[in-house]
């Protein structure tokens, strides 16, 4: 996935020798977390965030506080997963883009990086979610796409979705005309389902209904 055509570079860098007040001016105008800043040789040093830049004199060159000046950036070739990654560790919804020699190319916005993610099949394409957990050491990629293919299944995408007291939760969404032999031969591998699909709930309401009717009967 080449991101080359969503780098956007209508705003250049601030230099470090620019008062506080043109950053917040420009905060006061845009709707960015962060604000990019370059030296006075016009290298990219980092990012101020408008939380920071509110807080100081607006009468003072940026300079003086360039210890909150924040150094993240990704490069020209950086993959969209790992560029995503980096908006969420940086709380941020812009992030500058170098390329090798560190020269400030522009920037990407958070919600065209999002956007990307909701084109990929794992939220565009057809199919059903499937929430299953189990203990950390026990569960394995491998074992899950053979109980999924071995039932003409298809994965199209799966991710640790939640680690808690040594159990993994393990989001699958899964191209499959009907889930129901593949939840029960995750139960029969020790799997829990965490979340599953409709037409598992109705099986289980028609087992608890026949249950109750056996009861019934034999009283």
């Known amino acids: ?31 960015y977390s ?4 370059k030296n006075k040789d016009g290298v990219y040093l980092g990012c101020m965030s408008e939380t920071d830049a509110h807080c100081y004199n607006k009468n003072k060159n940026i300079s003086e506080y360039s210890h909150a000046i924040e150094g993240f950036f990704v490069r020209q070739n950086t993959v969209w997963l790992d560029v995503l990654e980096a908006f969420a560790q940086n709380s941020t919804n812009i992030m500058p883009v ?13 919600n065209d990086i ?18 299953v957990e189990k203990g950390l050491n026990d569960y394995s990629f491998s074992e899950i796409s ?43 591998y020790s799997y829990n389902i965490v979340s599953g699909h409709e037409e598992d709930s109705y099986i289980e309401s028609l087992k608890e209904r026949s249950d109750y009717l056996n009861k019934y009967l034999n009283m």
């Open 146 to 188: 053979q109980i999924v293919e071995s039932n003409d299944g298809k994965i199209l995408g799966a991710f640790i979705s939640k680690i808690e007291n040594d159990v993994a939760q393990i989001t699958l969404k899964i191209g499959s005309t009907g889930l129901n032999d593949i939840m029960q031969t995750f139960r029969r």
């Open 1 to 31: 996935m080449n991101l080359s055509e969503y780098i956007i570079n209508d705003i250049k860098p601030l230099s470090i020798e620019d008062k506080i007040g043109d950053i917040q001016l420009l905060f006061n105008q845009l709707t």
């Open 34 to 37: 962060h604000f990019p800043v």
């Open 98 to 110: 170098l390329n090798e020699k560190n020269t400030y190319l522009g920037y990407y916005e958070l």
């Open 114 to 131: 999002i956007s990307l993610f909701n084109e990929t099949p794992f939220f565009a394409g057809a199919g059903s979610i499937l929430i």
